[in-house]
Nanobody, 124 residues
Framework: QVQLVESGGGLVQPGGSLRLSCAAS????????IGWFRQAPGKGREGVSC????????YYADSVKGRFTISRDNAKNTVYLQMNSLKPEDTAVYYC?????????????????WGQGTQVTVSS
């Protein structure tokens, strides 16, 4: 059974940091493009960051470049999202996603598997 389980969300003050984890089971992560999407209240789901399976290249949305870092530990079948210098506008539910199509990094419709989501709230 394919499963993605996120952890690491929570409440943090502006300027703080969080690290999200996504543990995969039922399939091997390095055979898939793996990414993080987020959805704020009243907004659509947007691609935040992705690591592509072919060359391991990464993608970041302009809004998080220089602040977020995605990484993958194939031995643990886990992907991470290190989030630094957090802003109130980063508040959202963050979802881990996996897919075979490279374009899934920016297109939620192309995602094959989703995690259940973890809440990130940035507030003073």
């Amino acid at each position: 059974q394919v499963q993605l389980v996120e952890s690491g969300g929570g409440l943090v003050q502006p300027g703080g940091s969080l690290r999200l984890s996504c543990a995969a089971s039922g399939f091997t992560l390095d055979n898939y493009n793996i990414g993080w999407f987020r959805q704020a209240p009243g907004k659509g789901r947007e691609g935040v960051s992705c690591v592509r399976r072919s060359a391991g290249s990464t993608y970041y949305a302009d809004s998080v470049k220089g602040r977020f870092t995605i990484s993958r530990d194939n031995a643990k079948n886990t992907v991470y999202l290190q989030m630094n210098s957090l802003k109130p506008e980063d508040t959202a539910v963050y979802y881990c996603a996996a897919g075979v199509t490279q374009a899934m990094c920016v297109a939620s419709l192309l995602v094959d598997y989703w995690g259940q989501g973890t809440q990130v709230t940035v507030s003073s």
